[in-house]
């Protein structure tokens, strides 16, 4: 959502199961595991080279069990929700503020024919959202994070997990702390270069 940043998209693997491929490339899986992400990034932001983009996907991978809800917030190439729906996340709703990333995302969900039922759409982080969501993930400079904290926090379930990433290092203390402040609890920081990503949980009651 705004302030792109530039990549080069190639074939490989970007995490343990989750391998991008350029939409003008073949590529046969090495493995009976390994999940395609098939993109054309155009002008979005987002093709898994990125670290913070690789962060949110080996997070993805930590948190997800199968059969979650997903919202993607600053869905940029729609690359997080393809992930999603190619780790077994059952429903997903993508959005961006910018209605070009919008557009190059239900392109990229096209590509993936997994992803034919993600429903993307222009919208300003999660305001008039509803509907809960059992994983948020935001792939976002830490200035925009900060407003969606409690937008996310009334979204989620208990024990709902909140993925955030595009953190630059000296913001990661602000954002952990105004998370920990909303009642998340930090289950795990995530840090490659100056880069951070930061999966937080809601807690029920006995946590």
Do not use: C
């Amino acid at each position: 959502m705004g302030n792109r940043l530039e990549e080069v998209l190639s074939s490989g693997s970007v995490t343990r199961f989750l391998t991008v491929v350029p939409s003008w490339e073949k590529y046969e899986p090495q493995s009976s595991d390994e999940r395609l992400i098939v993109l054309d990034p155009g002008m979005a932001f987002g093709t898994g080279t990125h670290p913070t983009t690789r962060l949110s996907l080996e997070a993805l991978e930590m948190v997800i069990r199968g059969g979650e809800r997903l919202i993607d917030v600053g869905t940029g190439s729609g690359v997080l929700s393809i992930a999603a729906k190619q780790l077994g996340v059952g429903d997903v709703r993508a959005y961006d503020l910018d209605q070009v990333a919008v557009d190059s995302a239900q392109k990229n969900l096209d590509l993936n024919p997994v992803d034919k039922d993600v429903k993307v759409a222009a919208n300003n982080l999660l305001t008039g959202i509803t509907g809960q969501a059992d994983i948020i993930v935001a792939n976002i400079l830490a200035e925009i994070i900060m407003p969606l904290i409690p937008q996310a926090w009334d979204l989620l379930p208990v024990h709902g997990y909140f993925v955030t990433s595009g953190i630059i290092a000296e913001k990661a203390s602000d954002v952990i702390v105004a998370q920990e402040h909303q009642g998340f609890k930090i289950v795990q920081t995530l840090k490659m270069g100056d880069w951070f990503g930061v999966v937080a949980q809601k807690p029920g009651e006995d946590d």
